[in-house]
Antibody, heavy 128, light 107 residues
Framework: QVQLQGSGPGLVKPSETLSLTCTVS??????????WTWIRQPPGKGLEWIGY???????NYNPSLNSRVTISMDRNMNQFSLRLNSVTAADTAVYYC????????????????????WGQGTTVTVSS | DIQLTQSPSFLSASVGDRVTITCRAS??????LVWYQQKPGKAPELLIY???ILQSGVPSSFSGSGSGTEFTLTISRLQPEDFATYYC?????????FGQGTKLEIK
């Protein structure tokens, strides 16, 4: 059973870079069946889709963060990572890594199956 | 971006009740909609995809319907473990967006 485990610093100073890693166990990131995704949730608020990386290295980001965000993959470590530059207090949130399913039981549909596996969430506070 | 508006934002109900949550999209999204349940301090869990297909392992008391711009999530008989916050998410267009959430509380 696939599990995702997010990790990274819980406190980041304003204007610095937030860096988080998601380690995938029980499966491989080198799969055409999934998008590896980051989602965030500010305290007491709703969910925001940040973006994803595909095993080919293709990425897709939320335009609201596009100029500040980078998602990358380390195939050897079976991990994918999030970097968010020039953070402010507005970036304080719980950051979730998740898996979006593209193919299931031999049937492939993009934008169809949703995010079926989530990490536990990493709380990041932006403060000096 | 496609806006999703859930109603109500808060819902108070009793164990055994039937409840319905609505999610309206600012433009047509076919059936590219999923529903999640989130409990305090936990990650969301996928309940329904393609607007009406139950994710494996989700109780049959949950059901979804709709297409285009209006969607519903129904819980036919509330159990104590169903009290949580529910979110819809559209997968029709990037960036993916979520509804603001519906918090289901015990009356």
């Amino acid at each position: 059973q696939v599990q995702l485990q997010g990790s990274g610093p819980g406190l980041v100073k304003p204007s610095e870079t937030l860096s988080l890693t998601c380690t995938v166990s029980g499966g491989t990131v080198i799969s055409g069946s999934y998008y590896w995704t980051w989602i965030r949730q500010p305290p007491g608020k709703g969910l925001e889709w940040i973006g994803y990386i595909y095993y080919t290295g293709n990425t897709n980001y939320n335009p609201s963060l596009n100029s500040r965000v980078t998602i990358s993959m380390d195939r050897n470590m079976n991990q994918f990572s999030l970097r968010l530059n020039s953070v402010t207090a507005a970036d304080t949130a719980v950051y979730y890594c998740a898996r979006e399913v593209l193919c299931r039981d031999g049937s492939c549909h993009a934008n169809y199956y949703g995010l079926d596996v989530w990490g536990q969430g990493t709380t990041v506070t932006v403060s000096s | 971006d496609i806006q999703l508006t859930q109603s109500p934002s808060f819902l108070s109900a009793s164990v055994g009740d039937r409840v319905t949550i609505t999610c309206r999209a600012s433009q047509g999204i076919n059936n590219d909609l999923v529903w999640y349940q989130q409990k305090p301090g936990k990650a969301p869990e996928l309940l329904i995809y393609a607007a009406s297909i139950l994710q494996s392992g989700v109780p049959s008391s949950f059901s979804g319907s709709g297409s285009g711009t209006e969607f519903t999530l129904t819980i036919s008989r509330l159990q104590p473990e169903d009290f949580a916050t529910y979110y819809c998410q559209q997968l029709n267009n990037y960036p993916y967006t979520f509804g603001q959430g519906t918090k289901l509380e015990i009356k």
